[in-house]
């Protein structure tokens, strides 16, 4: 999506949003055995580590962990995250609970819900379309069953 024209009103924090845009995209960041909170910077590189969250223009990962992840680019080789929102995707032997990309690229990697506009690759799909179905009809006439069932039970209560 092109940039849109921001309209200058003379507010200093704008001076300041840009500045500290600039430094944020231009840092590089080296996380090596150790596990950290958060994480931002242009270019990250991380092996042998965790963190919480990470923010980046690219991330490049070995065998590393972390919570949330959101970049523009990203390599990760041997990892394990929860949620990655990226444009372009590269993950071999990795697993990710949540994938959303523009290109997914996956290696032997194991996805439970993957949202993406193109993928190659060999996935495992943990959650198809067909077993969100049959699941969410399965919690569908469990909670009605039990509604019933709790509603049996107050009226024959005096």
Excluded: W
């Excluded at 995209?25 to 931002?40: I, L, T, Y």
């Excluded at 194991?110 to 009809?137: D, F, W």
């Amino acid at each position: 999506m092109p940039e849109q024209p921001h309209e200058q009103n003379n507010n200093p924090l704008d001076d300041l949003a840009d500045n500290l845009s600039n430094g944020y995209k231009a840092r590089n960041v080296d996380v090596h055995n150790a596990s950290v909170g958060e994480v931002r910077g242009g270019r990250i590189s991380m092996t042998n580590s965790a963190a919480r969250t990470i923010h980046a223009n690219a991330l490049d990962a070995d065998n590393s962990a972390a919570v949330f992840v959101q970049a523009d680019s990203l390599e990760m080789r041997e990892c394990a995250v929860v949620a990655v929102a990226c444009n372009n995707a590269n993950l071999e032997k990795t697993t990710a609970t949540f994938l959303v990309a523009s290109d997914a690229q996956v290696n032997d990697a194991t996805v439970g819900v993957l949202l993406a506009a193109r993928v190659e690759g060999n996935v495992k799909a943990v959650l198809t379309p067909l077993s969100a179905l049959a699941m969410g009809a399965g919690i569908g006439l469990t909670f009605t069953l039990l509604q019933q069932i709790i509603g049996r039970l107050r009226r024959s209560q005096p």
